[in-house]
C-alpha cells in the first residue's frame, strides 16, 4: 500500500487516534470501515477481515478494512 493513501485515509478519519478508536470499536462491534487503498475513497462498513473488495470510485479491487490497513 502507497503511504500517501495511508497518510490520506488517516487524515479523513482525524489523525492516528481516530484510526485506533475506529479499530477498536470494530473489533468490539465486529464491523469496520472499508477505505481503498488506489485513491482512499471510504467504501462502507465491512467486516473486520474484508480485502480486495472492488472500489466504488475506481473499481480497482483495493478496498480494505481499517483493521486490515492499519493493523
Ligand atoms: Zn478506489
Do not use: W
Amino acid at each position: 500500500m502507497k503511504q500517501t493513501i495511508i497518510d490520506q485515509i488517516t487524515s479523513d478519519i482525524g489523525g492516528p487516534d481516530a484510526v485506533l478508536d475506529s479499530i477498536q470499536t470494530a473489533m468490539m462491534e465486529n464491523i469496520d470501515e472499508g477505505y481503498c487503498t488506489e485513491c482512499a475513497s471510504f467504501y462502507g462498513n465491512v467486516e473486520p477481515d474484508a480485502r480486495r473488495y472492488a472500489c466504488h470510485v475506481c473499481n480497482k479491487k483495493e478496498v480494505y478494512s481499517l483493521t486490515e490497513i492499519f493493523l
